[in-house]
């Protein structure tokens, strides 16, 4: 039977009182499973954190001392228990060692998604689907008007003249994801790379996972127009040089409001759009979904009479 209170929003987080830990939260707790590195998903100070090895190195090289007490490290597909529930970390394929977390207790299955994407990406681990009774998923973007365009026309966009551009990027996951996609679509395109993006690289090439071919940033090389340079920055540089010259600025987001005020439109999200959560659902199988960050009411319409739906956030 499947328990409507097996997980709870509070002001923490979400919560599952039976194992008696937090999902993602907000601020810091006793036990913390991270579905992932990103800030608005893991906090610093947590006592115990849950997470992927690549989680945890992400999280020490931001947050230094404060990254957590103790890590408990587990590897994709393999099961531990935490409060009697079992839990499973699957491959979400939003960012490096990203998860999603399988949570199973009394024989129901209980799949919290974090962020994930279906789309292809060379930089993190493919997504890997699992049976759920209960689906919790995230609906950043689950509006049947939002379908992202595909990620390779985007970027080749790049390739239509040799100006120098201004590329703003999150420094986690999606700067390099654009340098892979640059790196094998854009052949006359070279890379140069924001030093405070630099040391994240890194830990995606000592996980297997080498973004692609990329230099420091080197002010003297960007002073040179029409080279063909891209120059990756992380969003506070993007908004700080509005008044560059003799570059073209452009915002790789799935969001279109950040695309304004931009030259090009750079359509490229982490995220999955309408038609890849009605994908996800028909390879879940939930016999419930939940949904959490954004805005469930399209798919609450959507499934009507069909699937029940719980809105577990304030949208
Ligand atoms: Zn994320
Ligand atoms: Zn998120």
């Not at 995230?138 to 595909?150: M, N, R």
Request: hydrophobic letters at 40%; aromatic letters at 12%; a neutral charge.
């Amino acid at each position: 039977m499947i328990l409507s209170d097996f997980l709870v929003l509070n002001d923490t987080g979400l919560y599952c009182a039976v194992g008696d830990f937090y999902l993602d939260p907000q601020q810091p707790v006793l036990r913390a499973v991270l579905s992932h590195a990103h800030g608005d998903h893991a906090v610093r100070n947590n006592s115990s954190v849950y997470c992927t090895a690549a989680t945890a190195r992400i999280m020490e090289l931001r947050y230094k001392k404060n990254a957590a007490e103790q890590f408990w490290i587990h590897p994709f597909n393999q099961s531990f228990e935490l409060g009697g529930v079992k839990i499973t970390f699957i491959p979400a394929g939003h960012i490096l060692g990203s998860a999603q977390v399988l949570m199973e207790y009394r024989d129901v299955r209980y799949l919290y998604t974090g962020d994930y994407k279906l789309q292809a990406d060379a930089t993190c681990e493919p997504i890997e689907f699992a049976e759920a009774d209960v689906l919790i998923t995230e609906t950043t973007f689950a509006d049947p008007l939002v379908q992202h365009p595909d990620p390779v026309t985007e970027i080749q966009k790049l390739n239509s003249n040799v100006h120098n551009v201004l590329l703003g990027a999150y420094s986690l996951g999606k700067a390099q994801r654009l340098i892979s996609l640059i790196s094998q679509h854009c052949p006359e395109r070279k890379i140069l790379v924001h030093f405070g993006i630099l040391p994240i690289n890194l830990i995606y090439e000592q996980f297997g996972f080498k973004p692609g071919k990329y230099e420091p940033y080197n002010r003297k090389l960007m002073k040179q127009p029409g080279m063909g340079y891209v120059y990756i920055v992380p969003p506070m540089t993007f908004d700080s040089y509005f008044r560059a010259k003799n570059v073209m600025r452009a915002f790789a987001s799935g969001w279109k409001q950040l695309q304004r005020h931009n030259d090009f439109e750079l359509l490229i999200s982490d995220h999955v759009d309408w038609n890849d959560i009605l994908q996800m659902i028909r390879m879940v199988k939930p016999q419930e979904i939940w949904t959490i960050h954004g805005d469930g009411r399209h798919l609450k319409k959507h499934f009507e009479d069909q699937i029940p739906i719980k809105i577990l956030n304030r949208c």
